[in-house]
């Protein structure tokens, strides 16, 4: 006689074998009540009811908030565990993000710089969950996240160089738009523009992190993207990713009320992102965006969910894209500017947190002038930097893309090619030498920009005037030794 456990075990066994192997709809199991094919737990029920909201009784999911709009503590709220030093420099960073944007948003517009994004609106949100990270979690952002990358010490020196591309853009050396910065050493993955790749790929680093003995159970995968990005089918793939093979990734939404012109409203019809988490089976919590505190708390419980289980955790900030999507957009075309008046009135981050601040006797108005000063000069001064130093080296064009040797279809000529090539398949077989030869030698590409530049360099006039935009003027690839 078997256990009722093993048979339990068994009849369901049995049932998962029928659904990967029917050819016709399954048939439920007659007398198991609660026995079906894909759930071994359903209750069953003889009413017929539909459901569309996770909170049951047609209710929307709450929105979890620590400090009301005048900074006092709401009724009922636990106050994150921060001291006035903590607190001092989550509004610092707040408050360099406006300070910062509205400078390179008219440098963009005087065409100083190709492009930019800011940040208005959003700063809790971003910095209230950087907050609650480890230095060393992995952050993967969608572009909107200049202040995590602040919060973790990247000066604006470096954000600014990144911005214009010159030779101290260390990120990513003049070959990235403006705002796509990335860090290894502020674990800060580089932003790419297709929306919501990233969301599969912290899944990946997720899934990467749990297997590393050294840093499971202590880092997690933080994943940023816009309620907008939410909509591609990345999402559900990174979601469903981190869920069924599970690993620490916090999913963390920023839900803006815009994915450039598109509202919310038209965005999705079920209760925004946070809805989603449950169908994933992921814990789930839904904060106010512009409440840095309940931001901070929120992810600092999701970060804790995430390593101490390593599974996947989903945080939708609620919050108001103040500015216009980017510098390419003029969102007065399809919103009133009262709204965005209201709500810069009626509900702003910053001014939240710096009465919250006020209120302990941890900020003053002679120290929010101070700031204020300071950091417009950083600002000012990172920029004329920025603006007076020459684009890096042309040869960086072509380097960082390979970690190793590069392949044989770029090396430079074809009788070195052929002999690459015909013993590529053999490859382990070869000393450490001969990647080193490889790895020294010009590419195609290279060698087909400097003959052009000996070429075209000196003489055409359109070409005279960018070269000198460079730092060393192109002389390196056309003065290289053979
Ligand atoms: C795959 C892809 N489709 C479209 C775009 C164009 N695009 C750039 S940002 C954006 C809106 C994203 O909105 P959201 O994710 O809500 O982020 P937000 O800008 O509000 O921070 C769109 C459609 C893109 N970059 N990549
Ligand atoms: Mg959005």
């Not at 737990?41 to 620590?66: C, W």
């Not at 009133?336 to 981050?349: F, G, I, L, T």
């Amino acid at each position: 006689m078997i256990s009722s456990t093993r048979r339990t075990f068994s009849v369901h066994r049995a049932a998962l074998h029928r659904r990967y192997l029917a050819t016709s709809a399954p048939q439920g199991p007659s007398g198991h009540h609660g026995l079906l094919p894909g759930s071994s737990q359903s209750a069953i029920t003889s009413k017929l009811h539909f459901f569309n909201s996770v909170m049951g009784n047609d209710e929307t999911i709450p929105t979890y908030r620590i400090i009301s709009k005048d900074g006092e503590p709401v009724e009922g709220a636990t106050l994150p565990n921060i001291d006035e030093g903590f607190g001092r420099r989550i509004y610092e960073t707040m408050s360099t993000l406006p300070l910062m944007d509205n400078v390179l948003y008219n440098v963009q517009r005087q065409g100083k710089i190709s492009f930019y994004m800011t940040s208005h609106g959003e700063e809790a949100s971003i910095v209230g969950s950087a907050a609650a990270l480890a230095p060393d979690d992995e952050i993967l952002g969608q572009y909107r996240e200049a202040g995590a990358i602040l919060w973790r010490g990247l000066t604006v020196e470096e954000y600014i160089a990144q911005c214009f591309g010159n030779d101290e853009d260390k990120a990513t050396k003049g070959r990235q738009m403006p705002v796509h910065i990335g860090s290894p050493k502020y674990h800060f993955h580089t932003i790419s523009s297709p929306l919501a790749t990233q969301i599969p790929q912290a899944a990946g680093v997720g899934y990467a992190l749990k297997r590393d003995p050294k840093r499971r159970g202590k880092n997690c995968a933080m994943v940023y993207f816009g309620e907008g990005a939410a909509s591609e089918g990345d999402f559900h793939a990174g979601m469903l990713l981190a869920s069924t093979i599970p690993s620490p990734t916090l999913f963390f939404a920023r839900n803006n009320g815009f994915a450039i012109s598109t509202p919310s409203s038209e965005q999705y019809h079920g209760d925004g992102i946070a809805s989603r988490g449950a169908g994933y089976g992921v814990d789930t919590v839904r904060v106010d965006g512009n409440d840095v505190l309940a931001v901070l708390s929120a992810t600092r419980e999701a970060r804790r969910r995430c390593v101490e289980y390593g599974r996947a955790v989903l945080v939708e900030a609620m919050t108001y894209r103040i500015s216009h999507h980017s510098t390419s957009d003029d969102s007065f075309a399809y919103r009133a500017r009262s709204e965005v008046d209201n709500w810069v009135k009626s509900d702003n981050p910053l001014s939240r947190f710096r009465l919250f601040l006020e209120g302990r006797g941890w900020w003053s108005s002679a120290e929010e002038e101070d700031m204020k000063t300071r950091i417009k000069k950083t600002v000012m001064q990172a920029f004329k930097r920025a603006e007076s130093r020459k684009r890096p080296e042309l040869k960086e064009l072509f380097r960082d893309v390979y970690a190793g040797p590069e392949p044989w279809n770029i090396v430079r000529n074809d009788a070195f090619r052929h002999f690459y090539y015909s013993k590529h398949r053999f490859i382990n077989a070869f000393p450490s030498e001969f990647f080193a030869t490889i790895a020294n030698i010009q590419t195609e590409q290279r060698e087909e920009l400097a003959t052009l530049l000996k070429k075209y360099g000196q003489v055409w006039e359109p070409w005279k005037r960018e070269l000198v935009k460079f730092k060393g003027s192109g002389q390196e690839l056309t003065q290289v030794k053979k």
